[in-house]
């Protein structure tokens, strides 16, 4: 069983379209972030979610908005895609939310034409 | 402000031998280290991490040191494998942050 899951794995739209990211864990964790990995490779966190309460919002654009219904799921809606936004977007999950290490999920290839 | 940097983009290594992997951080208040290795098409694996309350940490092949006054760490492997090809990220955090800083990331190329 995969741990932290997340869909789809590769996304392919034109600009201006809705889409969604969603993530699901089975690790029993409380926390679970959206992190960005852009074309120079950082890996930069965008959203964290503490037993489904919004704690970091790294200054990301209105145009994505993430969604904890429960615990164990966070999902990333995006509209009105813009081209910067094509990069890699990884799921990932931790027991607690400080000092903690990460598990990630395989990523999903967000290109936005 | 990139506050975790790995200033080699690339490193290749002969199968056997010792691989170093090099960070720099600037913020002093970091506390927790960590290092990532991610494959193609996957998410990154967490590898090994240390304390600040350390200066080195051993898994098996794996050895991190951390040196605090010069704000550096390595990652040691020691027998370097082919499987161990692969791109390296270190990571930092402090306490009440909630968030993992990454460096770009190292690919570490181990040739047979």
């Known amino acids: 069983d995969t741990a932290v899951s997340q869909t789809p794995k590769y996304l392919v739209t034109q600009m201006g379209n809705d889409k969604s990211i969603k993530c699901e864990q089975n690790?029993?964790?409380?926390?679970m972030y959206w992190y960005k990995q852009d074309s120079k490779k950082f890996l930069k966190i965008m959203f964290s979610?503490?037993?489904?309460?919004?704690?970091i919002n790294e200054t990301v654009p209105n145009r994505f908005s993430p969604k904890s219904p429960d615990k164990a799921h966070l999902n990333l809606h995006i509209n009105s895609l813009e081209l910067g936004d094509s990069a890699v977007y990884f799921c990932?999950?931790?027991?607690?939310?400080?000092?903690?290490?990460?598990?990630f999920g395989s990523g999903t290839q967000l290109s936005v034409l | 402000d990139q506050q975790v940097k790995q200033n080699s983009p690339s490193l290749s290594v002969q199968e056997g031998r010792i691989s170093i992997l090099n960070c720099d951080y600037t913020?002093?208040?970091?506390?927790?280290f960590l290092w990532y290795k991610k494959y193609p098409a996957e998410g990154p694996t967490f590898l090994i991490s240390?304390?600040?309350?350390?200066d080195k940490n051993e898994d098996g092949r794996f050895t991190v040191f951390l040196n605090k006054s010069a704000k550096h760490l390595s990652l040691h492997i020691v027998p370097s494998q082919p499987g161990d090809s692969a791109v390296y990220f270190c990571?930092?955090?402090?306490?009440?942050?909630?968030?993992?800083?990454f460096g770009q990331g190292t690919r570490l190329t181990i040739n047979p």
């Open positions: 990932a999950s931790s027991r607690r939310a400080t000092n903690e290490k990460l598990f």
């Open positions: 690790l029993g964790h409380d926390t």
């Open positions: 979610y503490n037993n489904k309460e919004l704690i």
């Open positions: 913020n002093s208040m970091f506390d927790y």
């Open positions: 240390i304390s600040s309350i350390k």
């Open positions: 990571a930092a955090s402090r306490e009440g942050a909630q968030k993992l800083v």
